[in-house]
């Protein structure tokens, strides 16, 4: 599994894969290093980010780079988003797995579209989403999986 994001400011690698040549360079590399996954967003989400960026941006950076890797190479491909159009294109490009760092829980629309394309699904569990806005509130992880599994049936 290979994790890199095509932002100027991305945590992981620094942005240094913005550039199309550039972050289908690293797919191959990774890929030859043995990468079976390649993990790709478009948007930020390192702890603190406050940088949305625009659907139609944010489909502007990852599709050509799943649309170049899917013509080299069948290596599994997982959009890391959470805004269902973000993740209907890119699956429509090559992507597999949708990878959702909200749980499912930012973009009502987003089980559809993963169940529509029939597409495996990464459900994350963001702990600045589950803080309690009530200081006596409790929240446990498995309540907010529960929900989200209970949006994809």
Do not use: C
Request: hydrophobic letters at 45%; proline letters at 5%; glycine letters at 8%.
């Amino acid at each position: 599994f290979a994790d890199y994001h095509v932002t100027p400011d991305s945590f992981s690698d620094g942005g240094q894969f913005f550039a199309l040549e550039q972050a289908l360079q690293q797919a191959r590399k990774l890929i030859a290093e043995g990468a079976s996954m390649l993990d790709i967003g478009g948007e930020s989400t390192r702890p603190g980010s406050s940088s949305y960026v625009e659907i139609e941006e944010e489909i502007q950076r990852v599709v050509p780079v799943i649309k170049a890797i899917r013509k080299e190479s069948d290596v599994l491909i997982s959009i890391d988003t959470w805004k269902s159009q973000v993740a209907e294109a890119a699956l429509a490009a090559g992507a597999n797995i949708v990878n959702d760092i909200t749980g499912l829980m930012g973009d009502e629309k987003m089980a559809h579209v993963v169940a529509k394309a029939g597409a495996k699904v990464v459900i994350m569990f963001n702990p600045v989403m589950a803080r309690p806005q009530h200081p006596s509130s409790l929240i446990f992880p498995h309540f907010g999986f529960g929900q989200s599994l209970q949006k994809k049936s």
